[in-house]
């Protein structure tokens, strides 16, 4: 384990890369906005970016101090919404705030509470076919699903989420027409990238926590 502060590992190692230590790992993968259903019955919406496919199961990685992860472990359904790269400020808007009430210490500095997610993102809840949780409308592509598996990470501190996919929603505009194929060249996820928000191209905002801000 690398025990020096930041900053000051010894430089280039062999093929020129510098050593860093970066507080941050979040490398570029695309936001999903995840519904699920309080324990009074409204609904919460949250930004993952924690979130990979494989078949039709989804593993979702969350924060153990969350709302969604509290839900999610007594009411197993859940929507996927995934934002197209435009649809950032709102996903922004939805960074600060968390479900749950009172607000975890554990939680990032400014975080607040926020019961109503979907109004104060500027989001419209859109009703799910199969599950309680709505899909988040004007996302390109929504996925209603069920948690199989919620289990602790190693850490302690977060939990693995294990989903399968029950339904798929898709906006015309993204399909090829006639197929059940996506078209890759229509879709572009909103991409995470170290707390900067990308598509498929150039840099299009920058979350409130960046440490690396460019403008
Ligand atoms: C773009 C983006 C990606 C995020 N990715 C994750 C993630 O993968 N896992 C996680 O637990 N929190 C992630 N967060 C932070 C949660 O959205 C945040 O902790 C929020 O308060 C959770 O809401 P909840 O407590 O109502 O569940 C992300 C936030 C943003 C803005």
Known sequence: MDTAPAGTLPGPTAGGHLRIKPSILYFGTPVVLVSTENPDGTFNLAPLSSAWALGRTVVLGL?????????LAARP???LSLPAPEQWPAVERLAPLTGRH????????GCR?????????????EP???????RVAGCPLQLEARATRVRPGTTGDFVIVEAAVAAVHAD?????PGTDHVDPGAWSPLVYNFRHYFGL???LGHSYRTQTPRT
């Open 113 to 125: 509470f926020e019961p109503d997610k979907f109004g104060a993102a500027g989001l419209t809840p």
């Open 102 to 109: 009172p607000v975890p210490a554990t939680k990032a500095a």
């Open 201 to 203: 191209g150039p840099e």
């Open 63 to 71: 924060g153990g101090d969350g709302q969604t992860a509290d839900n």
């Open 172 to 176: 015309p505009r993204i399909v090829v």
């Open 77 to 79: 359904e859940l929507a």
């Open 128 to 134: 799910s076919h199969g599950i309680r949780p709505p």
